[in-house]
C-alpha cells in the first residue's frame, strides 16, 4: 500500500511557474513508475506526465510537452512536476498516481495503482 501526498498547487499568474511534489510512504516508491494527471472542473481526468521507477524514461501529454518536467527522488519519496509558462487553461485539480508496473509510463488511468487526493492549481490570465 502506497500514499500519496500532493502540494505546491496555488494561483499563478499566466506565463508564471509552479512545482509540484508528490510525497510518498512506504519502501516500495522506488519500485513504482508515477504519473500526474489533472482534471478541470466538469471534465474528465487527463495524463500529463508519466516517469518509470528510476527516470530513466518519461512522458508527457501533448499539451504540456516543452513546458512542464517530471523529475523523481527516490531517496526521498518524492515525485515532481515542474510547470512552466502556464496557462490558464492549465488549471485543474492536479493528481499524482503510482503504478507498480515499475518499467511503465503509463498514460491511461487505469493502469494506475494509487491515487493522492489532489493539489488546485489555477492559473489566472
Known amino acids: 500500500q502506497v500514499q500519496l501526498v500532493e502540494s505546491g498547487g496555488g494561483l499563478v499568474q499566466a506565463g508564471g511557474s509552479l512545482r509540484l511534489s508528490c510525497a510518498a510512504s512506504?519502501?516500495?516508491?522506488?519500485?513504482?513508475?508515477m504519473g500526474w494527471f489533472r482534471q478541470a472542473p466538469g471534465k474528465e481526468t487527463v495524463f500529463v506526465a508519466a516517469?518509470?521507477?528510476?527516470?530513466?524514461?518519461?512522458y508527457y501529454g501533448d499539451s504540456v510537452k516543452g513546458r512542464f518536467a517530471i523529475s523523481r527522488n527516490n531517496a526521498e519519496n518524492t515525485v515532481y512536476l515542474q510547470m512552466n509558462s502556464l496557462k490558464p487553461e492549465d488549471t485543474a485539480v492536479y493528481y499524482c498516481a503510482a503504478d507498480r508496473n515499475f518499467g511503465g509510463v503509463e498514460a491511461a488511468t487505469s493502469a494506475y495503482d494509487y491515487w493522492g487526493q489532489g493539489t488546485q492549481v489555477t492559473v489566472s490570465s
Open positions: 516517469i518509470s521507477w528510476n527516470g530513466g524514461r518519461s
Open positions: 512506504g519502501r516500495a516508491f522506488s519500485t513504482y513508475a
